[in-house]
């Protein structure tokens, strides 16, 4: 059996890495006796040798707090290492920096808990020799081989906190109140808070959407003398003559473009053509922030107890995840595979549409 790993986080902090830590270092320690290291800032920490002992006690506590005490980053990708080269910078592969300062720590085998950015480098490590066990974080959702991602509950019980304070200001003043949440490929978020919350307009980046549609539902329910309504839109969500609205290019990041200002603009163009007041508010990182649900931070310690139990048993090159109510592993090669969408003929798509929520199309 393995005697020693590390341990990383890596790109957007989740609600529930730290439980995911605090599982993982409590169960290889006091259940197969091993030795835990933790790797500061995702990849970074890995090719810059910022690599601590992480004991039991260190864990302690640790539960309930957002973020992760290890620090993460989405830049740092090992195959794509800002290097500076006589004045200029250019990117290098220093992919055998990870594996010296492993072999400085003795560390064994490594356990990053990341989304598809973080996964796809583990998988591409683990082809070169490493011994990598995965676990599947992102508020978005967005993994396919698994059930659920950990930190999606709480961003969505976060999302939806927001729909119903305003629908407070939406009421009183007979306004457009516009609610931008993150999913920048897949409108999970958007859907389940829009569903949650009541929302009359929900927009995700897999529909794209058609401007009057979103005019005519808001016009129909003046009609109708609902004097406000509420739009859920997705970062990510375009129009379908349109692009993705993009703040700006980020070139040394997993994500390669920082999107946000969607929101805006329907609610300049919702103004413009329903001549109701149309205010927007952008969720942002409150979605990412904060104590993890329950729910979080049950998923996030079966995934941390199993990620141990597979590095016990050696099975590498392996992601834990969640199929119905079971835990259970996926290779690394299927857990970076493809994307987890939301497919048109979801169940909640379906419930929307029956609800008479505007899907956008
Ligand atoms: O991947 C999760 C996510 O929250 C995306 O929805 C969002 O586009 C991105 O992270 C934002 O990342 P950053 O904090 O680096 O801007």
Known sequence: MVKKIGILTGGGDAPGLNAVIRAVTKTCCSEYGMTVMGIENGFGGLIQNRIRELTAADVTGILPRGGTILGTTNRDNPFHYPVVKGDKKVFADVSDRVFENMSIHDMEALVVIG???SLAIARQLHDLGLKVVGVPKTIDNDLSATDQTFGFDTALATATEAIDKLHTTAESHHR????????????????????A??????????????????IDKINKRSQQHKKFSIVVVAEGAKPEDGEMVVQKTVEDSFDPVRLGGIGN???????????????????????????????D???????????????????????VCLQGNTI??????????????????????????????????
């Open 115 to 117: 989304g598809d950015g």
């Open 176 to 195: 457009v109140m516009v609610l931008e949440v993150m999913g920048r490929y897949a409108g999970w978020i958007a859907l389940a808070s829009g569903l």
């Open 197 to 214: 919350g009541g929302a009359d307009v929900i927009l995700i980046p897999e529909i794209p959407y058609q401007l009057e549609k979103v």
């Open 265 to 295: 603009v329907i609610a300049q163009q919702v103004e413009k053509h329903t001549g109701k007041e149309s205010r927007v508010t952008v969720l942002g990182h409150l979605q990412r922030g904060g104590s993890p649900t329950a729910f």
């Open 297 to 319: 931070r049950i998923l996030a310690t079966r995934y941390g107890t199993e990620a141990a139990n597979l590095l016990a048993r050696e099975k590498f090159g392996a992601m």
């Open 328 to 361: 259970s592993s996926v290779s690394l090669a299927e857990a970076t595979g493809e994307l987890n969408q939301v497919k048109p003929d979801n169940d909640m798509i379906k419930s929307a549409r029956k609800l008479g929520i505007c899907m956008g199309d």
